[in-house]
């Protein structure tokens, strides 16, 4: 799958703005440090790889930008 308009929102110093939440339900994936571990860097796209057949992008986005606040696990 393909989010091409994700936006992580932001925390800064005293302003922030909520950003998007994405929910997964993926077997083995039940929090953020699990979800991080199959995530890499390709080009300006977040990759998570949860197998051979499975992934999400998330397009225009940084992985070092990401956090827990970003998904919620189900």
């Given at each position: 799958?393909?989010?091409?308009?994700?936006?992580?929102?932001y925390?800064?110093?005293?302003?922030?703005?909520?950003?998007?939440?994405?929910?997964?339900?993926?077997?083995?994936?039940?929090?953020?440090?699990?979800?991080?571990?199959?995530?890499?860097?390709?080009?300006?796209?977040?990759?998570?790889?949860?197998?051979?057949?499975?992934?999400?992008?998330?397009?225009?986005?940084?992985?070092?930008?990401?956090?827990?606040?970003?998904?919620?696990?189900?």
């Amino acid at each position: 799958d393909v989010v091409r308009d994700f936006d992580p929102g932001y925390d800064w110093w005293f302003w922030s703005k909520p950003g998007d939440t994405v929910s997964i339900s993926i077997d083995g994936i039940e929090d953020f440090d699990d979800l991080m571990a199959t995530a890499s860097q390709q080009g300006r796209n977040t990759v998570f790889e949860f197998s051979e057949t499975d992934s999400l992008t998330l397009n225009n986005t940084f992985v070092f930008r990401l956090d827990g606040d970003d998904f919620q696990f189900v």
